[in-house]
């Protein structure tokens, strides 16, 4: 009886069960390998085409895997939504505090400064009344409702910012005598 060729043409039984033992677990392994890439790019990418395009590379075996694991995102979307909110509360306490940073140089200056004490640089003007810091918008003191003054390139440039607001407060009507 001629014995018959095993897999890779092995006579011998033992040897072609082991081969086919190995390649069984290399398989096993290599499925086991696009399956980890495919839940790990879902954790990381939000795009789906990008998780497709990346289980599909792990297709070939065990080299995908290897260059999806070079190329994929550092960080878990779980971790930039929690570090996005961490930021959002971050800047929510120190707008609470009163603090902002100056337009100028980046220092942090409380909002009541009228000028940045590290760049000299006027960040408010102060009402002729009470000297109380006014925003640069405010036509009227809210703390002693004193009228501000206002440069007549400060005053077109109010009354266009408010044009643009509501063009119905800046229409002119003519006094109720004169329509008489």
Request: proline residues 7%.
């Amino acid at each position: 009886m001629v014995p018959t060729a095993g897999i890779f043409g092995i006579h011998s039984h033992t040897a072609s069960l082991a081969v086919v033992l190995v390649l069984a677990v290399l398989a096993v392994i290599w499925l086991a390998l696009v399956y980890y890439t495919w839940a790990d790019a879902r954790r990381r990418i939000a795009d789906g085409v990008l998780v497709a395009c990346a289980t599909l590379a792990a297709l070939f075996p065990f080299i995908g895997t290897l260059v999806y694991t070079i190329v994929r995102p550092p960080e878990y979307l779980e971790d930039v939504h929690e570090r996005e909110l961490e930021i959002e509360a971050a800047q929510a306490r120190v707008d609470q505090l009163g603090m902002r940073a100056c337009p100028h140089c980046s220092n942090a200056v409380e909002r009541e400064f009228l000028r940045c004490p590290h760049c000299l640089q006027k960040l408010k003007d102060a009402c002729v009344n009470c000297r109380k810091p006014l925003d640069g918008d405010w036509r009227i003191c809210p703390y002693c409702e004193t009228e501000r003054e206002l440069e007549p390139a400060a005053a077109s440039s109010y009354r266009r910012q408010r044009a643009r607001r509501d063009p119905q407060e800046t229409m002119v009507f003519p006094p109720p005598s004169d329509l008489i």
